[in-house]
């Protein structure tokens, strides 16, 4: 299947710092959402992005679907400890979710 | 939303035996898909359960190694068959209320072949 590149694989920060991390694709999609899987848990939906170019809020978190299509960033501001996590980005693609490799944060107090 | 059950959490079984987790969402849904997850890794779909009929099977996944069942619109059964050890990994469930891809998932169960 079409593979989901994130990147960075994982990332070890300060808390109160803020956080970018992003999701490539070979192939053109018209749905990307970002999913934070928590230790022992499964994946929860944190922003679902329908059109190109659109950027969407949730608190502290944002998104963006790229305007090539290919790709998304997920932005954190003001890092806390349960933040830690995680992050899928993930693209709908005929009623299924094909997920991104993820990245995995950790926040030191 | 939804709140979605699994059971059991976790088990250890021997190889060569089965194991069917149950998957519970608290309200009716329009559709109900099964993940798998080896540790450390991402998510892979095995199948989209579907009420009264057959489940749709995803690439590299076979109705006889991983029967599913879906009699209603809150519950559905993934049977791990003829367990080897390569089958460890965590199972997931998930469930839509509304758009397709934005899933409620549940806790997952984590299974150990021995």
């Known amino acids: 299947g079409q593979q989901l590149n994130q990147s960075p694989q994982s990332m070890f920060i300060q808390e109160g710092e803020d956080v970018s991390m992003n999701c490539t694709s070979s192939?053109?999609?018209?749905?990307w959402l970002w999913y934070k899987q928590d230790p022992g848990e499964g994946p929860v939906l944190l922003i679902a992005?329908?059109?190109?170019?659109e950027l969407t809020s949730n608190g502290r978190l944002t998104a963006q679907f790229g305007i090539t299509r290919k790709d998304s960033f997920l932005n954190i501001s003001a890092s806390i400890p349960s933040d830690v996590g995680i992050y899928f980005c993930?693209?709908?693609?005929?009623?299924?979710?094909?997920f991104g490799t993820g990245t995995r944060l950790q926040v030191f107090p | 939303s939804a709140v979605i059950s699994q059971k059991p959490s976790r088990d250890i079984c021997q190889r060569g035996t089965s194991l069917t987790i149950q998957c519970q969402v608290d309200?009716?849904?329009?559709?109900m898909f099964w993940y798998r997850q080896q540790p450390g890794q991402s998510l892979t779909l095995i199948a989209t359960?579907?009420?009264?009929?057959?489940?749709?099977?995803e690439s590299g996944f076979v109705i006889d190694k991983f029967p599913i069942s879906r009699p209603n619109l809150t519950f559905s059964t993934l049977t791990v068959s003829n367990m080897s050890p390569e089958d460890s990994s965590i199972y997931l469930c998930?469930?839509?209320?509304?758009?397709?891809?934005?899933?409620?998932f549940g806790p997952g169960t984590r299974l150990t072949v021995t």
């Open positions: 998930s469930a839509v209320l509304g758009q397709v891809y934005e899933q409620y």
């Open positions: 192939s053109i999609f018209n749905t």
């Open positions: 992005l329908y059109k190109a170019g």
């Open positions: 993930t693209r709908g693609d005929t009623d299924k979710l094909i």
């Open positions: 309200s009716q849904v329009t559709m």
């Open positions: 359960a579907n009420q009264g009929s057959e489940a749709t099977y």
